[in-house]
């Protein structure tokens, strides 16, 4: 067993099954992205650059997609509860996963302008 879905476990049943959507987002969107755990939470570089990092907790999921990424989608995340470079995704609701996808399609093609 790989340490992301050691890291799953850890969560009960409906929460594992978001973050394993979210991973599921990643690895779709940027298949190249190397996976590990770092600060304690999935984390995808690519071209040994921060792609993403998602985690949960007892209340809501973070998805960390770096300032750049939350501020393209400043309007988008509005209603979401933020920090820098962070956004929460409250568990008593779906994660918006189309926008999840778009986050992380920007950070992808913003990587690999650079």
Known sequence: MDVIQNYLLQFPKDVQEKLAKIRSIV?????????????GMPAYKLNKKPLVYFAGYKNH????????????????????????GSVQFPLTEEPPYELITQIIKFKKEEIERK
């Open 27 to 39: 690895q779709a969107v940027a298949p190249d992205a190397i996976e590990s755990i770092s600060y």
């Open 61 to 84: 999921i973070g998805l960390y997609a770096t300032p750049s990424g939350q501020a393209h989608f400043k309007q988008e995340l509005a209603g979401y509860k933020q920090g820098k």
